[in-house]
Structures are given as C-alpha cells and as structure tokens.
C-alpha cells in the first residue's frame, strides 16, 4: 500500500466521526483503526492489544538502525455530546459525539503510522491508539497496567491536541506546562436539620457551605503566586428540600485546576485547610474528597521540546505558533510524568470550541499535521 492520499485521510477521518464511543467502550473504533493499520506495509510492524484494556492498541515499527524508540499517543474515545453539526457524516451513536476532535487525532496518528511503514524509520518507533481519555484516566491505566515494557517503552513519547483557536494545519506548542492538571473536588457538611422557626435548635449546613464556597475564594487570590495560574470552580452545590426546613446537609463539587503539581498540591491542603476550619467555625463535619486520577499537568521535557520547537519554527512548510498554557485538563500529563516527552497543537480553525455540539474542524489540518510530525520525527531520528 502507498502513502494515504489526503482523500483517503479524509475519509477514515469521516468513518471515525460517525462511530463516537465512550470512554472503555470504543469496540467499533478499536476494531476500524486495526482494520485501517492491516492495510499498511506489515513488514516492520507488531500489534499488541491488552487483555485488560481490550480497546487499547500498540503498534510497533522497527527501525533500520535504531538508537532509540519513539513514541506517539493518540487518544481514541469520544463525549456524551448530541451533534448538532448537521453533516452527511454526523454521529451515528446518538448522544455520543467526537466533540473534542480526537477522530482528528486518530487520522492524524494513522497518517504518521501509515508514512513510517512504507519509508522504515531509522528508530523504533510505538504507537499507542489510547482509551479513555476524557474520563476514566486510560493512560494511566495502560501504565499501571505494565504496557510500556521492554521494547514496548519509548524514550521519548510526542502527542497532539486540536486547537480550534489555532489557523488550520498550525502547530502550537510551548516550553513548560501546556494543559493544567485537574483534581475532581467532593465536598459533604454534615450538620444538624431542624424548623425554620428554632434555627437555634439546628445547624444550618447552608450557611456553612455558603462560607466555605466564599473562604474557597481566598486560595487563589491569597495563596498562590499571583504570576502563576491556578483555578478553583465549584460548580454545583445541593442543600435541603423545602423553604422552611433548615438543612441538616450540603453537598458540594467542583474541579480544581494547576499549571504544575507542586501548585495543585497546594491547593489541594489549602482547601483541605478550609474544610478543617468551617468543621471547627459550625461544629460542622466537613469532608473533603479530592481526586486527580491520572490528570497530570501536561509538562514537557525541556530539552526534547526545545528541540521540537526549533524544529517547527524552521520548517518553511510549518506555521508554527507559541501558545499559552491551557487550563483545560488532558491524562497525557500522566505519560508524560513517567516518560519524557512533548505535546502540542494542531490547529483545525474552526467557530465552536472543543466539547461544544457543533464542533467542525477544518480537514485540511489533517495532511498539514502528518507532515509536520513526519518531518520532524524524521529530523529527529537523523541526529
């Protein structure tokens, strides 16, 4: 087979929307990119699926002379999103939708994939096709899982995000931290319910989740160094059941977002501070759950993405654009905690953000991208 045309990769592109699936649950999916991957030159490759992560994929390709072993991830699972883009090739699977572009991300990765086997790399080369990338933390659970072993671990690991923000075919990328890593937060007052004539004879759970949620406020502003970034949303709050009982309960969640672990780490005992004085403030009992999972800041390898940089700035064909860190969450921060590496941006220039129902990424970032990442991969492995 020759190197995918740019309709060819369109079309897998337009396969892959129509067939959405959630996170551990991407059958059809996993089932197309194999299919897809069995039409490439099979003389360099290996596949490797997981018993207990079925919907994963490992490819390898061995290299001619190899030095090292790269990596590329790309992320496969889909949102519990209803399309409302209107295309011929909208999601089949209804309430599910690639609304964070990550069909992008796989044509991208299979378009890489496809060039290395049919001109054997230098190096060897992995790619993992990863599950659960929005919920449920798949990276982690691939390398908890012990999946990077032997010839199967890359020493260095290279992934993509969509950037609808971004010119169509443009990579982005950034020393530093590229996503915020994320803590799911939990919060129970427990106090005492009662009537709304004898508060004196409760203890109203409402008031103190209201002076929790404004004390909260204080740890960005007075905690954290007003030059870095750091965000605590709570989002949702349940308390009571009528207007004239006092609520003896509240329930509170929300996310907390940092640019590095250190901060989240400090945040994190910070509202665990806060927790600990509204308890004593009420005479309340205040538990406060906290869990980032396998959401990791995103934090790149200095000196590969330094290099990576470079690279693209150079590169007459690349419009390459330096980005600010995003606050939004990506479990690539996990891989990249135990293996160094660098992720960037694609550009796919469209209105609608990522996660939003009419999300359309323009496709001619598709071609653009593949040969971003081929000729840097390709310069890399010259060195």
């Not at 989240?264 to 005479?283: C, H, M, P, T, Y």
């Not at 071609?367 to 000729?375: L, M, Q, S, W, Y």
């Amino acid at each position: 087979m020759a190197v995918l045309t740019e309709e060819a990769l369109i079309k897998i592109r337009r396969d892959l929307h129509q067939i959405p699936e959630l996170a551990l649950n991407e059958v059809k999916t996993s089932t197309y990119l194999e299919k897809v991957i069995a039409g490439f030159d099979q003389i360099h490759l290996q596949i490797k699926k997981i018993p207990d992560l079925p919907t994963a994929l490992l490819v390898r390709i061995a290299g001619r002379a190899p030095k090292r072993t790269i990596g590329y991830r790309t992320d496969i699972d889909a949102l519990p999103v209803t399309e409302a883009t209107g295309l011929p090739f909208a999601s089949k699977n209804p309430g599910v939708m690639h609304a964070c572009g990550h069909d992008i991300h796989m044509t991208v990765a299979l378009g890489v994939l496809n060039y290395f086997a049919e001109h054997q790399p230098t190096d060897n080369m992995v790619f993992f096709f990863q599950p659960a990338e929005e919920s449920e933390n798949g990276g982690k659970l691939a390398y908890e899982l012990g999946v990077f072993k032997g010839q199967w671990r890359p020493d260095e690991f290279y992934g993509l995000h969509d950037n609808p923000d971004l010119p169509a075919g443009a990579i982005g990328c950034r020393m530093g931290t590229l996503f915020a890593g994320t803590t799911e937060v939990n919060i129970d007052l427990e106090g005492k319910g009662g009537h709304a004539a004898y508060p004196q004879d409760a203890n109203d759970m409402v008031v103190a989740a209201a002076a929790l949620i404004s004390q909260v406020q204080t740890i960005i502003s007075r905690s954290i160094d007003p030059i870095e970034g750091g965000v605590i949303t709570l989002g949702k709050l349940e308390a009571g059941t009528i207007r004239n009982v006092i609520a003896g309960h509240a329930h509170i969640e929300g996310t907390i977002r940092g640019l590095t672990q250190v901060m989240i780490k400090r945040i994190d005992q910070r509202l665990q501070d806060v927790g600990e004085g509204i308890a004593r403030s009420f005479n309340a009992k205040v538990t406060v759950g906290l869990n980032q999972g396998g959401y990791l800041p995103v934090e790149n390898n200095p000196a590969l993405t330094k290099r990576f940089i470079r690279f693209m700035k150079t590169d007459s064909n690349v419009n390459f654009i330096e980005t600010e860190p995003a606050m939004t969450g990506e479990d690539f921060g996990y891989l990249l905690s135990k293996i160094p590496g660098t992720m960037f941006w694609l550009g796919v220039e469209d209105d609608s953000q990522l996660h939003s129902a009419t999300l359309n990424p323009k496709e001619s970032s598709i071609k653009a991208g593949i040969n971003a990442i081929t000729g840097f991969m390709t310069a890399r492995m010259a060195e």
